[in-house]
């Protein structure tokens, strides 16, 4: 188990090129929020916004359409009950699963749609979804972001048999596409294909709702915009999150996660040379 | 009658254990807001969501979600015609009546699902249609959070006679389920099972819509997440709302409810060990 | 024509008693806002609660209500196609017209529904209706807040003869009721019973959509919290509104109604004792 | 190709007359926004009111109308299914396009009823829409605001000619009414009637959604306060959206399109004499 540095941070937050545009920096699809958990996608679509992706449409539920662009008039929206293919196809990045419920469906379509080369991030709802219905993951370049039950219930490797890398990764191994894994926990822990990190930043201030919903959100910006630096940008997305958490506990008992995206500007501003 | 001072807030806020998670916090579940009060939840759940509650659900009209989510998409929704009794199973603290207008259904279906182990708040309409409709309180561990005209509909001492802290003692001692009674007034006072206190903090600033709204929601912030000592819980989030009003009021004339919330978490943070 | 000074605002805001509540400083209803001019009533409401109205109702057609939330839970809201008569019963001070565009209806309900001891504010559109339908004016304490084309279609004196204080105050007395009037344009002009007052602060950055609206919302909660000295009221009011915006100005090429609001409180604080 | 300085800041920007009201600074009219692009008008809308438009009225679909106040209570709606005549003739400024999606009807409407004497600005989807229909300009005052693509599809010019000033003249003199061409690209190029313009300032924390909203926002509102120096009105507002965001990149890796429309007043005020 390695223990990453902020370094991370220098390496992949790059000065941007001048003469790029908003499709350099990536296409992002959000599919996510029933009309009870619409807050998940709104705090999605805030970490990816705020973390340079340039293009950010949310798939969610009707009703959270104006929610969402009371705070980002910068998303697009789609009704996730349209046919979402031509949606899928057309961005770099898919995140799905933040408040979804219980839409099988559509993480079933999304897994049916989604190709080889493009990225998929699977968090919250839609871990327990395959979990439960055994679904088989499809051949992209899959991000799985668990918190320790999730993880129990989608690789069977018990809370406490979590404390040992070599059960983590064996399971990550024993999924036929490896995908990169984000364990959620104090000191969250990243799996690669070849590699296992650990954060040293984060704390229990970020103990709230909504925090892993920003942190996926973070994932999808960060690796739309590096995308040719994929496991590095995940890492890089994952330090980042808590590290920003760290700032604002300076000051605050509780870090909320709509603070930690509003911060991220000027957190990157920082690392970028 | 004790008076209180800023060492409450010493004791009760604790610094967050490490491997802590946001189940640590406790779940809260807010009923309340009809269509025409739905600013009420809105106002208990900024309160609740800042004070550092893990989980908050708002169980209201459909036509307050949006509303809820462009202030907080870190709470979730329910529509509150629907069936609540799993909702309040699986709280830690249940907080009914802000904004709930003439809704006896779902205070008399809240006493009736609730658990002696859990936390019940009841304020504004819900503390109104108990007087009305002489409910039997339930035997949970019980926060009435009256202002004065409410405690004389609900215990029969008058505002008069509400000076004397035997008269409220003894109204207090004769409900069976003797719950903590925190009396809003100037210098609100707070009685628990077996002693008075009175808050030094607090002024006419604080004299506008919502106020009241803004503190039961920080009582079940505190409650939720201090739970081993309740009644400390309680006092320190009635000397937390009116110590921020003060502060607020060195620059301000009055001091609006959603202020008091965006402050809280740096306010913890001052008092946190 | 006397020119106010800022003593005006020394001698109407009062420091708040100890133990005054919500109700001491007044209970505001505001009647306008279409579908189509929902903003005016936001910014009415947004200027009331912010000079410290003790209780505000905004009374409005639905489809606002979610955005009037998102701005301030502090308001409550009514439909107001509903029967208004019990809220303008219970109110101390009602302010009609911003953005209410043809409703005569509601004008008409509120001119026969207010009693003789209540404010009533006309504002905006509710001027130009009283104009059109020859309306008769109620006798309540009367405001009307016309800018200088509305008060020529209202009593007949063309802009040019407006620049003469004897035509604005004959037109007024001859009115039955002799309200105050509240002429807005470059320095506006206050008609009280016996005297014309002007005030020397205020600029063109005021020149924006909804400055008026937020003039309103600023006289009712003026007149809602400091009722005894009534015309006084209103020139603190209006005085105090363009003197933040010249505050403003200082930084800013304009000042947007909604910045004069979040900045009342700070500035009532400088002038209270 | 002449290189722009601050300059024109300073020249177009006036301090306003004392005696000037809103309807001094212009009626824009902004029409676009489908239910998915809801976001593009409401970013078009702060910039125009942030910029200082007297008043602004946005047609858009009747599902963005909460998010757009929300925002902006400053701003006045009308559903774009309606007969936008009335509201066209009474503008202005009409600017068509952000986030219109597959309104042909209303483009072919607008281009019907616009007057030669009003400033019409097209932008986004509208300007696609006109190439691939085939539409013929109308006889008003005209402004472009494609990116490269859509200047392609527009004009026949591909984007490696688009490097030679020559041939976007000739494409612009082409068309009978030769508009003002605002080129958005890494420092976007102006071409007014005779003469060709650059801008030094911009940088690739531009890169992101809303970004071009915000610019035709700008636009509207410089050319309905500076009406008199049209062209000059247009070189300004590109140069100040850009020079915003230069500003901000001091501190962030990205400017939000929101940020930039925020930071307006503040920045127009110290150009003004």
Partial sequence: MKTLTEDILYRVIKKRAKDSHK?????????????QFGGAVIMNALAAVNSGAGLVTVATDPSNFTALHS?????????????????????????????L??????????????LPRQILIVDGSALTLVAEHKLKWPKSRLVLTPHQMEWQRLSGVTINEQAFEAFNMLAQQRMNVEPIL?????????YTNDCAFEIPVGGPY??????????AG?????????MLSFSEAILAAV???????DELAETRYITL??????????FMHRYSR
Wanted: glycine share 10%; net charge negative.
């Fill in 23 to 35: 499709g350099t920096y990536g296409r992002v699809l959000i599919i996510g929020g029933t009309a």
């Fill in 71 to 99: 705070h980002l008039p910068e998303a697009m929206v789609v009704d996730f009950n349209e046919d979402l293919t031509e949606y899928i196809k057309k961005s770099d990045v898919v995140l799905i699963g933040s408040g």
């Fill in 101 to 114: 419920g219980d839409r099988i469906d559509l993480v079933q379509h999304t897994f049916y749609a989604i």
């Fill in 182 to 190: 984000v364990l959620k926990q104090h000191h969250t822990q990243i």
């Fill in 206 to 215: 970020q103990a709230t709702g909504g925090m892993g919903d920003t942190l």
């Fill in 218 to 226: 973070m994932i999808a910006g960060f690796t739309a915009q590096f």
């Fill in 239 to 245: 330090y980042a999150h808590s590290a920003i958490a």
């Fill in 257 to 266: 996660p709509t603070e930690i995206s509003a911060s991220i500007p000027e």
